[in-house]
C-alpha cells in the first residue's frame, strides 16, 4: 500500500511539472544580465514620430514593458516606478531616465500619453513627465527589445501572459539589473544606478517572479491539464489514504490508544 502511495505521489508531481514546464518557456523574465541591447529598435515617440531605441539611451535607464489596457500588474508597475520616481533622491534627467514601451502594436500612442498624463498628474516632481517617455512599436519590433532583454511574453486572446519587473539598463544599453514584482526599493534603486553609469551589471537581489495573466480554461489545455491532475490527483490519494488508515492493524490500535 505504501508502494502505491508513493507511485500516486510521484505520477501526481510528475503530471503537475509537466504541466507547468509547458508554459515556463513562454513567458516569464529570463536573465540576461551584461547582454547589450540593440540599437536599431525602431519606436513611436509620443509625437508620434519613429525614432531609434539606441539614440535614446545616454544615461542609466529604467525600462519597462506593458501594455495600457491590461486588467493586471502593468498599472502596479507604473504605479512602482512612479513611486520611485518621487522616493529616490535620485534625479531624473540627471542620474537616470525611464522609458516604458507598449507591448501591443494595437493600442495608438494616444493611448499612451492618456495613461502616461493620469500618473504625471499624481506625482510630485512637476518634471517627472520630462523624463519618463512612452513609445509604441510594431510587433516585430516588441519582439526583438523584449527578446533580447529576457522579457518573454504570450497573447492569450485580447490580453497578455507576462512577468512583472523593470530593467535598468547602462548608458551603453547594457542590461545592469533586474527589479521584480511591482515595488522598487530606492536603496537597491540608487545602488544600481551608480554601477549602470559605470557599466556595472548587478545581480537581480530579488528575484520572486509575478505573473500577470487572464487564462480562460477552456482554450489553455496546459491549464486545464494542471488544474485537472491536481484536483483528482489529490482525491484520490486522500480516499487512499483514508482506506489505508481505517484499515491497517497499526492505525487501528492508534485509533484504541486514543479511546
Same mark, same amino acid.
Given at each position: 500500500?505504501?508502494?502505491?502511495?508513493?507511485?500516486?505521489?510521484?505520477?501526481?508531481?510528475?503530471?503537475?511539472? @509537466?504541466?507547468?514546464?509547458?508554459?515556463?518557456?513562454? +513567458?516569464?523574465?529570463?536573465?540576461?544580465?551584461?547582454?547589450?541591447?540593440?540599437?536599431?529598435?525602431? @519606436?513611436?515617440? !509620443?509625437?508620434?514620430?519613429?525614432?531609434?531605441?539606441?539614440?535614446?539611451?545616454?544615461?542609466?535607464?529604467?525600462?519597462?514593458?506593458?501594455?495600457? *489596457?491590461?486588467?493586471?500588474?502593468?498599472?502596479?508597475?507604473?504605479?512602482?516606478?512612479?513611486?520611485?520616481?518621487?522616493?529616490?533622491?535620485?534625479?531624473?534627467?540627471?542620474? +537616470?531616465?525611464?522609458?516604458?514601451?507598449?507591448?501591443?502594436?494595437?493600442?495608438?500612442?494616444? @493611448?499612451?500619453?492618456?495613461?502616461?498624463?493620469?500618473?504625471?498628474?499624481?506625482?510630485?516632481?512637476?518634471?517627472?513627465? /520630462?523624463?519618463?517617455?512612452?513609445?509604441?512599436?510594431?510587433?516585430?519590433?516588441?519582439?526583438?527589445?523584449?527578446?533580447?532583454?529576457?522579457?518573454?511574453?504570450?497573447?492569450?486572446?485580447?490580453?497578455?501572459?507576462?512577468?512583472?519587473?523593470?530593467? @535598468?539598463?547602462?548608458?551603453?544599453?547594457?542590461?545592469?539589473? +533586474?527589479?521584480?514584482?511591482?515595488?522598487?526599493?530606492?536603496?537597491?534603486?540608487?545602488?544600481?544606478? *551608480?554601477?549602470? /553609469?559605470?557599466?556595472?551589471?548587478?545581480?537581480?537581489?530579488?528575484? !520572486?517572479? /509575478?505573473?500577470?495573466?487572464?487564462?480562460?480554461?477552456?482554450?489553455?489545455?496546459?491549464?486545464?491539464?494542471?488544474?485537472?491532475?491536481?484536483?483528482?490527483?489529490?482525491?484520490?490519494?486522500?480516499?487512499?489514504?483514508?482506506?489505508?488508515?481505517?484499515?491497517?492493524?497499526?492505525? /487501528?490500535?492508534?485509533?484504541?490508544?486514543?479511546?
Amino acid at each position: 500500500m505504501i508502494s502505491a502511495l508513493r507511485l500516486l505521489a510521484i505520477w501526481l508531481i510528475c503530471s503537475l511539472n @509537466l504541466a507547468i514546464s509547458a508554459q515556463d518557456g513562454r +513567458y516569464g523574465i529570463f536573465e540576461k544580465t551584461g547582454d547589450i541591447l540593440p540599437a536599431n529598435i525602431r @519606436l513611436t515617440n !509620443e509625437d508620434s514620430v519613429i525614432v531609434n531605441f539606441g539614440d535614446l539611451i545616454d544615461k542609466p535607464t529604467l525600462l519597462s514593458f506593458v501594455y495600457f *489596457n491590461c486588467p493586471g500588474l502593468c498599472s502596479p508597475v507604473m504605479d512602482g516606478i512612479a513611486e520611485i520616481i518621487d522616493k529616490s533622491d535620485l534625479r531624473p534627467g540627471r542620474d +537616470y531616465q525611464v522609458i516604458t514601451i507598449g507591448i501591443d502594436y494595437r493600442e495608438p500612442i494616444s @493611448l499612451a500619453k492618456a495613461k502616461k498624463a493620469s500618473y504625471v498628474r499624481a506625482m510630485k516632481r512637476a518634471d517627472a513627465g /520630462k523624463y519618463w517617455q512612452f513609445y509604441v512599436a510594431d510587433s516585430s519590433e516588441v519582439r526583438k527589445i523584449t527578446s533580447a532583454a529576457g522579457w518573454k511574453f504570450r497573447r492569450t486572446g485580447n490580453d497578455f501572459v507576462h512577468s512583472a519587473a523593470t530593467i @535598468l539598463i547602462t548608458p551603453h544599453r547594457r542590461v545592469n539589473q +533586474y527589479f521584480y514584482g511591482t515595488f522598487i526599493i530606492p536603496m537597491h534603486f540608487h545602488l544600481a544606478v *551608480n554601477d549602470a /553609469k559605470n557599466e556595472i551589471s548587478d545581480p537581480s537581489r530579488i528575484k !520572486e517572479q /509575478k505573473y500577470c495573466y487572464n487564462f480562460v480554461p477552456h482554450t489553455n489545455n496546459s491549464y486545464s491539464l494542471m488544474i485537472s491532475s491536481a484536483g483528482i490527483g489529490i482525491l484520490v490519494l486522500a480516499v487512499i489514504l483514508f482506506i489505508w488508515l481505517s484499515l491497517t492493524p497499526r492505525s /487501528k490500535q492508534f485509533y484504541k490508544d486514543i479511546k
